[in-house]
Every structure is written in C-alpha cells, then in structure tokens.
C-alpha cells in the first residue's frame, strides 16, 4: 500500500518562504514521476509543479515559475516544494501526488496516488 504524507505548511506572510515535505511509503520513488497540485476553495485542484524522474526533468505552473522549486531526494523517498517570495493567492491545500503510468504531468487525472494535503495560508 502506498502512502504519501506531506508536512511543512503553515501561516505565513507575504514574501515568506515555506518547504514542503512528501514522504512515501510502500514503494521506492525510484521510476516514477511525482507532482505538487494545490486547491483552493471553491476552485479546482491545479498543477503546480513536476518532476520526473528521468534526469529530474522539472515542469511549473506559470504562476509559480521563479519562485517554486521541486526536487526529489530517491534515497529518503521524499519529493521537496520550496516556495518563495508566498502570495495570498498561493493560498490553498497542496497536495503530492505519485504518476506510474504516461500521461500529461498537468493532469490530476493521471496520477496513481495521493497525500492527504497540507494547508498553506498566506496572509497580505
């Protein structure tokens, strides 16, 4: 059984910075490509960021680019959001996602498991 379990949100400020955790358990994140998505209220769960694990190949939303980074660490099993320079519109519940199969990195659809979320709140 797979499992994700992302930690590091908070409240914070504009122009703070934050680092998101996702854990994984039940399978080596070796192989597979991993996504940050986030939710606000009233609006649909969005793409944020990507990574693959081929040469770590790194794909963002347009509203985050220059100011998120994704990384992944295979031998703690661990995909890494840092986010700078936080806007109140970053305001949402992220999520992690794990993807085994091909298929568009920005869909939600195509992604095999997800972490319970984490809340980030910032605050103007």
């Known amino acids: 059984q797979v499992q994700l379990v992302e930690s590091g949100g908070g409240l914070v400020q504009a122009g703070d910075s934050l680092r998101l955790s996702c854990v994984a358990s039940g399978r080596t994140l070796s192989g597979v490509d991993m996504g940050w998505f986030r939710q606000a209220p009233g609006k649909e769960r969005e793409f944020v960021a990507g990574i693959r694990w081929v040469a770590r190949i790194t794909y963002y939303a347009d509203s985050v680019k220059g100011r998120f980074t994704i990384s992944r660490d295979d031998a703690k099993n661990t995909v890494y959001l840092q986010m700078n320079s936080l806007k109140p519109e970053d305001t949402a519940v992220y999520y992690c996602?794990?993807?085994?199969?091909?298929?568009?990195?920005?869909?939600?659809?195509?992604?095999?498991?997800w972490g319970q979320g984490t809340q980030v709140t910032v605050s103007s």
């Open positions: 996602a794990l993807k085994t199969k091909v298929s568009n990195y920005r869909d939600p659809n195509g992604y095999d498991y």
